[in-house]
């Protein structure tokens, strides 16, 4: 099997170097044969003329490194057009085209596959297909992104703010110039849009709640240290009765729990399924390696047949925001009031609340009334 890689930065050049590196039997039937750069002088098999790999009628698989939307929705389109497999790492472009492409892989009769977009080298999307083979999954939840884990773990263990460990983790290259994807919420959202299809056979749009962890504090964190918790920054989907819901925040455990025991730039993203029960998956969600050896495995299961579930997206689940009810905290410094609070505690110049177990629309009432009066707040769910 022949294959071209799109893109050579980090994981692309992982992808390259584990096929040629590696011994395995079934590495020695891959070859990789072109690779797309912005150079030729990048790597001896370099091109920069996307042309040669779509038309080149040897090359059957395409592995998207490319990141972003742009072109990689335009070269991924074109490669399922012309007959290729493509399989990727790039969660952005995956969660926003992802019904257009799996119906054009369906029609030109190639696989579309995403493992290493959600959760690096983690085997979280194979085994979530293979637990719906004979269950059926009613939450999927975790800790999606390994930069807001480090961060929030960093600040919990080594009594540090947000901004000077924000710089630890762009200085370490886990944390971008610009990290809005990672500290906003829009990298974890696209996981969870790809989880949830995979999951849900549900495609969609990235407009349920979604509060950002960039406001988090020290003073928050040993807030929370009092009462033996620790604070994670967590994707969540619950389905029941023909209805889901989606939301991406801070949410709090007892420091006894598995997430909370996460350290560093870790993932752990489980599921709850009605026969298996809870499985959870742990490990490196990104990286050089991680991800390349997730997209290499990819490749394996097409060359060897290996079955891999198509994935059907049937959308015959409705949206609700009033489908489970949960305790959460808001910090703000402004008081708040009302029937919708449990509890309020003074910390350090701020007011703690604790509300009543209420739905996620209520959450989103309280939230807007705060907003008018103190931008900096932060909200957390308090996890069960």
Not at 9 to 36: A, C, D, P, R
Not at 40 to 45: A, E, G, N
Not at 319 to 341: A, K, M
Not at 349 to 363: A, D, H, P, R, W
Request: proline share 2%; net charge negative; glycine share 8%.
């Amino acid at each position: 099997m022949k294959i071209a890689i799109l893109g050579y930065g980090t994981v692309g050049s992982g992808v390259y170097e584990i096929i040629t590196n590696g011994k395995s039997l079934e590495l020695e039937k891959i070859e990789v044969k072109s690779v797309f750069a912005r150079s030729r002088d990048k790597m001896h098999l370099a091109t920069d003329d996307i042309n040669e790999i779509i038309n080149d009628e040897e090359i059957s698989v395409v592995v998207e490194c490319l990141g972003g939307l742009n072109p990689a929705y335009d070269f991924i389109k074109r490669s399922i057009e012309n007959g290729k497999h493509v399989v990727t790492a790039n969660k952005a472009v995956a969660a926003k085209y992802l019904d257009e492409f799996v119906e054009l892989a369906e029609k030109n009769n190639v696989k579309f596959i995403f493992e290493a977009s959600v959760g690096g080298g983690i085997p979280w999307l194979v085994n979530l297909e293979r637990t719906r083979r004979v269950d059926d999954v009613k939450r999927v939840y975790g800790i999606f992104n390994g930069t807001s884990n480090f961060i929030l773990d960093n600040m919990y263990r080594n009594d540090q703010e947000f901004d000077s460990t924000l710089k630890a983790a762009q200085d370490l290259g886990y944390a971008e110039a610009d990290p809005s994807a990672d500290v906003d919420g829009g990298d974890v959202v696209n996981k969870i849009i790809l989880s949830n299809a995979l999951a849900f056979d549900i495609h969609v749009q990235p407009d349920f709640p979604t509060y950002s962890m960039r406001n988090i504090t020290k003073n928050d964190i040993d807030y929370l240290k009092q009462y033996d918790l620790a604070v994670k920054y967590i994707g969540e989907t619950n389905v029941e009765g023909g209805k889901y819901e989606t939301s991406v925040m801070l949410s709090i455990f007892g420091k006894e729990s598995q997430e909370a025991a996460v350290p560093l730039n870790n993932n752990i993203i489980s599921l709850d399924g009605s026969f298996i029960g809870e499985l959870k998956f742990y490990g490196q969600g990104a990286g050089k390696f991680p991800t390349g050896n997730a997209i290499v495995q990819d490749i394996v299961d097409i060359n060897e047949g290996s079955t891999r579930i198509d994935v059907v997206i049937k959308n015959n689940l409705s949206y609700s925001e009033e489908l489970t009810r949960r305790n959460y905290l808001v910090r703000s410094s402004v008081e708040l009031s009302g029937e919708l609070i449990e509890s309020i505690e003074q910390y350090k110049g701020n007011f703690y609340v604790k509300t009543k177990e209420i739905s996620l629309k209520q959450l989103t009432g309280l939230v807007d009334e705060v907003k008018e009066k103190d931008s900096s707040f932060v909200v957390a769910k308090f996890h069960k």
